[in-house]
Nanobody, 117 residues
């Protein structure tokens, strides 16, 4: 059974940091490119960061560039999102996604991040 399970969300003050984790199982994780998305209330889901299957290539959306870092550990079937200098506008549900060959995709159930004082 394929699973992507996000964790690490919560309430954090502006300027704070969080590290999200996504645990993968049920598929050959090391073959999949992984991404983090988020969706705020009333807004479309947006791509934040992506990392290649081997971890050697990463890309970031402009709103998070320089603040967020995506990484992965293929030995542990994990992908991470380190989030620094958090802002109120970062409040959203955060999702991880795995893709292979542009056809197969898996999504996690999401973890809530709330940035508020």
């Amino acid at each position: 059974q394929v699973q992507l399970v996000e964790s690490g969300g919560g309430l954090v003050q502006p300027g704070g940091s969080l590290r999200l984790s996504c645990a993968a199982s049920g598929f050959t994780f090391s073959r999949y490119a992984m991404s983090w998305y988020r969706q705020a209330p009333g807004k479309e889901r947006e791509l934040l960061a992506s990392i290649g299957s081997g971890g050697g290539s990463t890309s970031y959306a402009d709103p998070v560039k320089g603040r967020f870092t995506i990484s992965r550990d293929n030995a542990k079937n994990m992908v991470y999102l380190q989030m620094n200098s958090l802002k109120a506008e970062d409040t959203a549900v955060y999702y991880c996604r795995g893709t292979y060959g542009g056809v197969v995709e898996y999504w996690g159930q999401g973890t809530q991040v709330t940035v508020s004082s």
